[in-house]
């Protein structure tokens, strides 16, 4: 990205009044800095954001805006995976601080991007966030094939599935396996969604058949601790 470009997006982004450390770690994947990025995440743990400050205040927020950026065709799919593949190495860097006092014992949930689905990203700090809290989370990431994510649901029965859908066309294979999860379990999860489609008809994940949904993680964590509190 040419210097010039750079800088209309970072006036862009203080204009919205973000986090410095998010405009600072923004700056970073848009450019593809990985040890930029890094530094970046270093430098507000220093300053005492904890892990869960660092995936809401920072990494949100940042991949809100790489979306953003890329619907507006001002960055290319390319310089979208980039960035995203820095925020996950960022995230695997938390990993052994992330789990340190987790304890498991909590409510099993298993996540999924439903088949075609590739953007696995927000669904991962949700069970990166509920396994801070306690939570016992199994994520499958991308793309699961839909016999095999009901296969898994109906063995170990968890409390709730996770699925998301950041691309309208992939809402017909999120509705397809809260569909036969339905019908094939015999004990039935509560089935949150997320995604930038249900973001934008809040009505959506209700007619799909969904239980719940939530504008992002830290919503995601939010709704299901008060679905499931004591």
């Not at 094939?184 to 959506?204: H, N, T, W, Y």
């Not at 799909?208 to 509190?229: C, I, K, N, P, V």
Request: charged letters at 25%.
């Amino acid at each position: 990205m040419a210097p010039a470009e750079a800088a209309v997006f970072t006036g862009e982004r203080r204009a919205a009044g973000r986090d410095d450390a998010a405009n600072r770690f923004l700056d970073a994947i848009v450019a593809g800095n990985r040890r930029r990025a890094f530094e970046v995440a270093d430098q507000a743990q220093a300053a005492g954001m904890d892990i869960r400050g660092l995936y809401l205040q920072v990494f949100q927020p940042a991949l809100r805006e790489i979306g953003r950026l890329w619907q507006q065709n001002r960055i290319t799919v390319a310089d979208e995976h980039l960035a995203t593949a820095i925020t996950q190495a960022a995230m695997a860097r938390l990993y052994e601080g992330l789990f340190a006092s987790a304890t498991g014992q909590g409510p099993l949930l298993i996540a999924a991007c439903a088949d075609s689905e590739r953007h696995e990203v927000g669904l991962r700090m949700v069970c990166d966030i509920l396994e801070m809290e306690g939570w016992d989370t199994v994520f499958l990431g991308a793309a699961v094939p839909l016999p095999d994510l009901v296969r898994m649901v109906c063995d170990r029965r968890p409390q709730v599935v996770a699925l998301s859908a950041s691309l309208g066309p992939n809402l017909e294979r999120v509705e397809a396996a809260i569909r036969a999860i339905r019908e094939g379990c015999a004990e039935q999860p509560v089935i949150a969604v997320g995604g930038r489609p249900f973001s934008a008809d809040p009505g959506l994940a209700a007619r799909m058949g969904a239980d719940l949904t939530a504008s992002d993680a830290a919503e995601a964590a939010e709704r299901l601790r008060e679905r499931f509190a004591a």
